[in-house]
C-alpha cells in the first residue's frame, strides 16, 4: 500500500509520475541526473529546447528547436567531412583503376 506522497496531491509516489510536482516526470529527472523527491531540482536547460543539458549535444540550438527533426540525421551528417572522404577515396579508385589499364 501507498505511504509515500512527497508532492501531497493524493497520488503516491509507486503511482506518481511526477513525485515532486515539479511539472518534470520522475522519469526525465532520473535521466538528467536530479532528485525527483525535490520540486526546486528541475533539469538544467540553458537552450529552452526541450533536452535537458547533460544529454543535449548542441546547447545552441535555442527555444523552438524540435528534438525529432535531429533524431534521424544520415552518415553525411553526423560524421563531419564523410561526404568528402568518400568522394577522395572514389577519385583514387578511378585513378588507381584507370592506371591499371594503361600498363
Do not use: H
Amino acid at each position: 500500500s501507498e505511504w509515500d506522497d512527497t508532492d501531497g496531491d493524493g497520488e503516491g509516489n509507486n503511482a506518481d509520475t511526477d513525485d515532486d510536482g515539479d511539472g518534470q516526470s520522475d522519469a526525465r529527472e532520473d535521466e538528467c541526473g536530479s532528485d525527483s523527491l525535490d520540486p526546486d531540482a528541475v533539469p538544467s536547460d540553458y537552450d529552452e529546447d526541450g533536452i535537458c543539458d547533460s544529454m543535449d549535444t548542441d546547447n545552441t540550438d535555442g527555444p523552438g528547436y524540435v528534438p525529432e527533426e535531429d533524431t534521424n540525421l544520415g552518415w553525411s551528417n553526423v560524421v563531419p567531412g564523410f561526404p568528402s572522404l568518400f568522394a577522395a577515396i572514389a577519385l583514387i579508385g578511378a585513378a588507381f583503376l584507370g592506371r591499371r589499364k594503361d600498363d
